[in-house]
């Protein structure tokens, strides 16, 4: 119930291409839902977060979308450039610890081609 | 600001030996996290720390794994004695709030 499922596990999308990834969830105590980005031999970086009263959040090119009911979220890069080129990961956290004890999905390795 | 900040960056020890890795969090902040990266298990959370006080060890692996913070600008993670599957990415994070966390660039933990 902890979990946090993602995918795909890699994608490959061309320059200007929208580049999607997808995650579900089963604990409906989850109240936060950050992605972070992370470059090879990098730290996880905080991309963009949503919580759950709000369906979509854009920051940039970047964009969450949030289905409380399917207990999906999604983040969606508009004009994919090769400096996306990274492993994204999506995290939920339950409300009820004090603190965000993020739980992470497995992770998506993105490659935009030139 | 620097960030968080780890040390050493790459560890390499035999099996047997004591590592101790070390972090330095964001000035200010109040909340402190160490992560472990593998392949096979994802980023797990090992200890959280709040004001210098541990919260949660949960994911602390087994006793051979402990974890410090002396004050609020220095945490240490322990591995005594080291093991090959103790092998990973060690990674310190911190946060203002618990909210947003920041992660430091990683240890590379080699254990032979």
């Known amino acids: 119930q902890q979990q946090v499922k993602q995918s795909p596990q890699s994608l490959i999308v061309q320059k200007g291409g929208i580049s999607i990834i997808n995650c579900a969830y089963e604990n409906t105590a989850f109240d936060y839902f950050p992605w972070y980005q992370q470059f090879p031999g990098k730290g996880p970086a905080l991309l963009i977060a949503i919580r759950p009263d ?56 993105l490659l935009v081609s030139p | 600001d620097a960030g968080v900040i780890q040390s050493p960056r790459h560890e390499v020890t035999e099996m047997g030996q004591e590592v101790t890795l070390r972090c330095k969090p964001i000035s200010g902040h109040n909340s402190l996290f160490w992560y472990r990266q ?75």
């Open chain 1, 54 to 109: 709000v369906s979509e959040k854009k920051e940039g090119r970047f964009t969450i979308s949030f289905n409380k009911s399917a207990k999906q979220f999604s983040l969606h890069i508009m004009d994919s450039q090769p400096g996306d080129s990274a492993t994204y990961f999506c995290a939920a956290s339950p409300m009820n610890t004090g603190f965000q004890k993020l739980v992470f999905g497995t992770g998506t390795r």
């Open chain 2, 38 to 112: 593998t392949m096979m298990r994802g980023l797990e959370l090992l200890i959280y720390f709040n004001n210098n006080v541990p919260i949660d060890d949960s994911g602390m692996p087994e006793d051979r794994f402990s974890a410090k913070m002396p004050n609020a600008s220095f945490s240490t993670l322990k591995i005594q004695p080291s093991e090959p599957r103790d092998s990973a990415v060690y990674f310190c994070a911190s946060s203002p709030t618990g909210n947003e966390q920041y992660f430091g660039p990683g240890t590379r933990l080699t254990v032979t």
